[in-house]
């Protein structure tokens, strides 16, 4: 079955402890990326990867890094997590044209006390 | 810059009534749309797309979208809503610049009333 796994569902960490996301596709997709969502302000882009190797910065990318070791693979890294970083995170890949859709992992719940 | 607009937070409607999202656009060049469905506890799902060609897109689980580019909206649509079809919906547009980037409404969510 074709699918984007992220892991964990939920997390619940302290300020200031590291801690990643990981994100992996079974549809051998170039690009994917990372989405925050938040109440009102609908989903906003974190990271995103071209290929393996190449990664650039989105909309909001501050108090996050990304890798892409890996074309299945493509981990998001809170080095030192804050509470404004609380949100519903979603890792999402697609084929590397603009006419194809993206498809959504099951998201990340994650709380920083 | 590419953005849209989900004028409605909420649309409430009852089963067996024809349902309307509304989705307003603005991009330079030509647009590249899409519906994606949020269900509680789940991650996006895709809807239906519009790319090129005629201006009424069929999608998945029986809705529709209407293209409009003289009213620049993309309207979603399905002829008789069920309690089911309650969720969170959003529209997207492709950015044109970093085209692999989708540009999110703020989602309008549907409720369906029995």
């Known amino acids: 079955e074709a699918q984007v796994t992220q892991n964990p569902r939920y997390l619940i960490t302290v300020t200031g402890k590291k801690l990643t996301v990981t994100c992996s596709q079974n549809?051998?997709?170039?690009?994917m990326s990372w989405y925050r969502q938040d109440p009102g302000l609908g989903l906003r882009q974190i990271y995103y990867s071209m290929n393996v190797e190449v990664t650039d910065k989105g909309d909001v990318p501050e108090g996050y890094k990304v890798s892409r070791k890996e074309k299945r693979n493509f981990p998001l890294i809170l080095e030192s997590p804050s509470p404004n970083q609380t949100s519903l995170y979603f890792c999402?890949?697609?084929?590397?044209?603009?006419?194809?859709?993206?498809?959504f992992g099951q998201g990340t719940r994650l709380t920083v006390v | 810059a590419q953005s849209v607009a989900q004028p409605e937070d909420q649309v409430n409607v009852a089963e067996g009534n024809p349902l309307t999202v509304k989705c307003t656009y603005s991009?330079?060049?030509?647009?590249?749309l899409f519906w994606y469905v949020q269900y509680p506890n789940r991650g996006l799902q895709f809807l239906l797309k519009?790319?090129?060609?005629?201006?009424l897109v069929k999608g998945s689980y029986g809705f529709e979208a209407e293209f409009n580019k003289s009213q620049t909206s993309f309207h979603l649509k399905k002829p008789s809503a069920l309690v089911s079809d309650s969720a969170l919906y959003f529209c997207?547009?492709?950015?044109?610049?970093?085209?692999?980037?989708?540009?999110f409404g703020t989602g309008t969510r549907l409720l369906v009333s029995p």
């Open positions: 519009y790319i090129t060609g005629d201006n």
């Open positions: 549809m051998n997709h170039e690009y």
């Open positions: 997207a547009v492709r950015d044109w610049y970093g085209f692999q980037k989708l540009v």
């Open positions: 999402a890949s697609s084929l590397g044209t603009e006419n194809t859709e993206a498809f």
């Open positions: 991009v330079s060049g030509n647009p590249y």
